[in-house]
Each structure stands twice: as C-alpha cells, then as structure tokens.
C-alpha cells in the first residue's frame, strides 16, 4: 500500500524520522493515522500508560510536568515519543487548548516497525544521543 504523501512528508521533516530512508519513513506513514481532538481534551496524562506518539498537524496543546506549566507546543512539535521508545509512564500532560490534529503512531505499531526496518532504531538512536549531550552540557 502506498503511503500517504502528505504523511511521509511531515514525518519526514522531524529530528526523529527526518534521518530515515524512503522505505522506513513509508513504513510509518503507512501505520500513522490522523487523529482530531477537540479543545480541552487532555490527550494524554503524566504518569499514564504509552499508547502513542502524536505529531502536532494543526492547533495548539499546553503542556504540564506536575505542577509547572511548559511552554505550548503547535505544528510541527511532537510529543509521546520516550514513553513510546522505553513503555514507562508518561512524563507530562498534554492537553489540546484549541481544536488539534495529530498524526498519531500506536506505540504496537512502532514495535514492529522497528524489529522490521533497523534504520528507524537508528535514527531514534541517534536523536535520543543528541538530546542527552545537549542536556549535559
């Protein structure tokens, strides 16, 4: 089945998938689906389950890490992917402050794709690498 090219090419364009070949970045778009949430739907909540990795197509979501508040993230911004890599218990609340559209990869799906296509591991490898040296300096 051919992937959505609208799909690829979003998926294509983030630190976390823009590393992947044609092949892998199709895989996932062919497992993502587009999912609306209306405003004031907390999508997902700290310490709950990884059921997903959402990237934001349109809208705005806040965000809370216990009591303190985030910045808002919008378009082109993700979140779910740590609990969807290691299955722990999410690390903040997000909830959708305006109408919101995410391209949205369950987390069984991505399991699969990753004992399926290594590049994709790789990639997730190499971003979670960046983000922990950025955090150390």
């Known amino acids: 089945m051919a992937a959505d090219k609208e799909l690829v090419k979003e998926l ?14 199709n895989a996932i778009a062919n497992q993502a689906r587009v999912v609306n949430h209306p405003a ?3 999508i ?4 709950g389950g990884a059921a997903a990795f959402h ?10 890490v216990g009591d303190q508040a985030r910045p808002d993230i919008g ?3 993700y979140f779910g992917e740590i ?16 109408p919101l559209t995410t391209i ?6 991505l ?18 690498c960046a983000r922990l040296r950025a955090a150390e300096r």
């Open 12 to 25: 294509a364009q983030t630190d976390l998938f823009g590393g992947v070949g044609k092949k892998g970045i």
């Open 40 to 42: 004031g739907r907390e």
């Open 44 to 47: 997902v909540e700290e310490g």
């Open 55 to 64: 990237l934001i197509r349109s809208g705005t979501a806040s965000v809370r």
């Open 75 to 77: 378009p082109g911004d």
């Open 83 to 98: 609990s969807l890599i290691d299955g722990l218990p999410r690390s903040a609340s997000v909830k959708a402050e305006t």
């Open 104 to 109: 949205s990869l369950p987390s069984w799906h």
């Open 111 to 128: 399991h699969s794709l990753l004992d399926e296509h290594p590049e994709i591991a790789r990639q997730l490898l190499k971003v979670m």
